[in-house]
């Protein structure tokens, strides 16, 4: 059976702004070979690793903690994880949902959870000696939760947008065509929504702990692990977004978690900008010099 994917990506690209965004942005293209998101990859499952990966979980949950109301999140978490076992994310996200219906007229369908092993055990591992990483940990068991109980509440909703992003990845593009670019505004304003709406749990969890951008930056100036330094400074990048304005965020979000989930979708945004001469590509160092006004159907709708 093919499986759709709906990811929930956590880990930055590499596009999020230190401040807000200016009027000018110097974005990288796109890659558009990137792994399609019903790429059979989605279907490996390595049993022995997801037992491991449990037991990891299992151990992370049994510390001392006061999640309070975020619990219910990590408990869809660590119940979905528990009945489907836990793949790894082929993307690299750090957490992630496969999905598909089994059979939509009696509404059984498939749902498991794809994380990046390394990372969150890396997060488990330091969770007992440092309260950041504890939090940090929590903050992304609490997104995945957050994306797990919108399935279930959504779950035609969630195929059908795989089913019509797929339409798109496959269709000839035209940037000029003006249906075609209010198809694409509003699938990508769409997959921004989903994204920001995980994200909101996740945040608000840090900042009832008492973290901020500054705190996050710093423990990343200090942290010698790749993974971990990822981690935390897409999250502080997050958190100094969100107190910027609706607009700022949403485009981190949708050229780093949108991106490489579809990245012919961002690159179909790139591209109507450019027609629409508010964006210029340069062959020379493939990028893309946009201007912010590009993205306001983020906020203001495709039309």
Known sequence: MLFLTGLLAL????????????????????????????SAAHL??????????????????????????????????NEAAAKEGVAGAPSGDL?????????RNEWKYFVRLEVDFPALEALFERAPHDPVYRDLASSCLIYGGQGILDFKRNVPDYIDRIHERQEFESAKFEPGNRKQARWVYRIAAQEVDLQLSRYRE????????????????????AEQRPELKSILLHYAELLRLEGRGGLPLRIAIL????????????????RIGEKNKKAVFDKNTNTFEVDSAAFHFLVEGPD
Request: hydrophobic content about 45%.
């Open 11 to 38: 880990v930055s690209a590499g596009h999020l702004f230190a401040q807000a965004p200016p009027d000018r942005l110097h974005i990288a293209a796109p890659s558009t070979t990137a792994q399609s998101t019903a």
């Open 255 to 270: 050229l780093s978690d949108v991106e490489r989930e579809s990245p012919a979708l961002v690159m179909a945004v790139l």
């Open 202 to 221: 996740a945040l608000a969890f840090l900042e009832s702990r008492g973290l901020d951008a500054n705190k996050l930056q710093q423990k990343a100036e």
């Open 44 to 77: 490996i499952f390595d049993a022995k690793r997801s037992t491991e990966f449990l037991t990891q979980l299992q151990s992370f949950l049994n510390l001392p903690d006061d999640t309070d109301s975020y619990a219910p999140l990590i408990e869809a978490f």
């Open 95 to 103: 957490v992630g949902l496969a999905y598909d219906w089994i059979e």
